[in-house]
């Protein structure tokens, strides 16, 4: 069920994610907690960003590029993450 977590911070894998576990006949509860779980991190991480640019500028282009520039941020943490994690599993 990590992959169901884990693919809530990859757009396009969140996208596809469901029809795979149905295939492959994953356990519904499970993978519906997971999700679940994957998707309230990931939103909690832009309502926070949100929360954080509150009082600042209101343009329309500043706050784009903030939102892009956090998003930006977060999936290249998680995928060092990954990468790391990936490593010490192939290192055994």
Avoid: K
């Amino acid at each position: 069920m990590q992959a169901s977590l884990l693919a809530q911070f990859v757009p396009t894998v969140r996208n596809y994610l469901p029809i795979a576990a149905g295939a492959l006949r994953l356990p519904a509860l499970s993978f519906a907690l997971a999700t679940l779980l994957g998707a309230m991190l990931w939103n909690a991480g832009f309502l926070l960003a949100g929360y954080a640019m509150r009082d600042g500028v209101h343009d329309l282009p500043t706050v784009a590029l903030r939102i892009m520039a956090v998003v930006l941020a977060l999936e290249v943490t998680f995928f060092i993450a990954l990468r790391a994690r990936w490593h010490r599993v192939a290192r055994g």
